[in-house]
């Protein structure tokens, strides 16, 4: 499976919270800053952290608001995967909102929802392992997560 890190901007920390839950449970190691296990800890030279486990990711998922746009550090952090090579999914969560950085770029509407969110989790799950270069099987739960 892939090794994600989860890009958000600070006031996006449910949304990111929400996608890092699919993704872990579709069999993904996700580096999400604000996690309490695999996180960034209390004490711990956070900048150091986020360039470690961006050196340590195939793939970017980039939550896209405009709170992340206008995040010098979200800018960063996408600026820094491109920079590697790495794969970006963009997700985008509120309507028309784009990153300068990824204007080129395939995103997945989450703010143009019109399906239940298992179904947006599978495309997603989808997008990111196909872009990865892994196969796999997603499955869709009747219950939403």
């Known amino acids: 499976m892939a090794k994600v890190f989860l890009s958000h901007a600070s006031g996006d920390g449910g949304r990111a919270g929400h ?5 872990v449970g579709e069999g993904h190691e ?3 800053g604000q996690d309490v296990r695999e996180g960034i800890l209390g ?10 486990r961006l050196r340590w990711a195939d793939a970017m998922v ?17 600026s820094i995967a491109l920079s590697r090579g ?16 990824l204007r080129s ?4 509407d989450w703010a143009a929802l019109r399906f239940p969110d298992c179904c947006f989790r ?4 989808h997008k990111l392992l ?5 196969a796999d099987f997603v499955r869709c739960p009747v219950a939403k997560p």
Not at 63 to 77: D, E, G
Not at 86 to 101: D, F, M
């Open 30 to 32: 996700v580096f999400l």
């Open 130 to 134: 196909t872009h990865v270069l892994i």
């Open 62 to 78: 980039c939550v896209v608001t405009s709170a992340a746009v206008a995040s010098t550090w979200c800018t960063a952090q996408v």
């Open 86 to 101: 790495s794969r970006v999914l963009p997700v985008r969560a509120e309507p028309g909102i784009t990153h300068p950085l």
């Open 19 to 23: 996608l890092h839950q699919w993704l």
């Open 122 to 125: 599978v495309l997603l799950c």
């Open 105 to 108: 770029a395939q995103y997945a």
């Open 43 to 52: 004490g711990q030279q956070w900048e150091r952290r986020l360039h470690e």
